[in-house]
């Protein structure tokens, strides 16, 4: 079992959609939560970052975590062309360098 | 200022030869981490300098992958007698002493295809 399970989609949308992406996890040392935004043929960037528990909003972009849950979610409201992308949530425990990554969802966003 | 930089690219090489691939990373960062990106699959950590050491190599999954890296600068990620299954795209990244934890900065890979 992967220890961060990500749904691969495709996920397809109408232009302001709002778009529900998720991640559950196994192993209950991670405290850091990462959403990163990969563009075709790039590399990942950094979109969202929460610690611990909670909400944290950033313009259109809200990340939830629910650390009893093991789950975490990344909302995009009035979703663009724009956001077509693939998105992988990240993880990592307490100090630790290296990010434990899901296997991303790709989104497309229809005009 | 520019961004972390990989070369090359692309490369197609066959099965059993040596490759190396080279990262630079951006300037002033202290870590540098390489990960694998495998067709429609997440990253996998691979190794992480900090400085010219590797306090971590754990992911490196075989004695045919090895890295190095010059001071706080360039790295080099060999992989002798390649086999189908290193096809992947090799992504490093870099960042700042003291950054935001979880924030790395990403190239934008090479691409090895094994034939």
């Known amino acids: 079992q992967k220890e961060v399970e990500q749904d691969p989609g495709p996920l397809s949308v109408p232009e302001g959609a709002i778009v529900s992406l998720n991640c559950t996890y196994s192993n209950s040392a991670f405290q850091y939560f990462m959403w990163y935004r990969q563009y075709s043929r790039k590399g990942p960037e950094l979109l969202m970052y929460?610690?611990?528990?909670g909400n944290k909003e950033d313009g259109r972009f809200t990340a939830q975590v629910d650390k009893s849950s093991k789950y975490i979610s990344l909302f995009i409201r009035d979703s663009q062309p724009s956001d077509s992308a693939t998105y992988l949530c990240?993880?990592?425990?307490?100090?630790?360098?290296?990010?434990?990554f899901g296997s991303g969802t790709q989104l497309t966003v229809l005009p | 200022g520019a961004g972390v930089s990989q070369s090359p690219s692309n490369k197609v090489t066959e099965k059993g030869k040596d490759v190396e691939l080279r990262c630079d990373p951006i300037?002033?960062?202290?870590?540098l981490y390489w990960y694998r990106q495998r067709l429609g699959q997440g990253l996998e950590f691979l190794i992480y300098?900090?400085?010219?050491?590797?306090?971590?190599k754990s992911g490196l999954p075989s004695d045919r992958f090895s890295a190095e890296r010059t001071g706080e600068s360039v790295s080099t990620l060999t992989i002798q007698r390649t086999q189908q299954e290193d096809s992947a795209v090799y992504l490093c990244a870099s960042t700042p002493r003291g950054g935001v934890t979880g924030e790395l900065f990403f190239g934008e890979g090479s691409r090895l295809t094994v034939l």
């Open positions: 929460t610690y611990s528990s």
């Open positions: 300037s002033g960062h202290t870590a």
């Open positions: 990240a993880m990592s425990r307490g100090s630790a360098r290296q990010l434990t």
């Open positions: 300098f900090q400085g010219n050491s590797a306090p971590d």
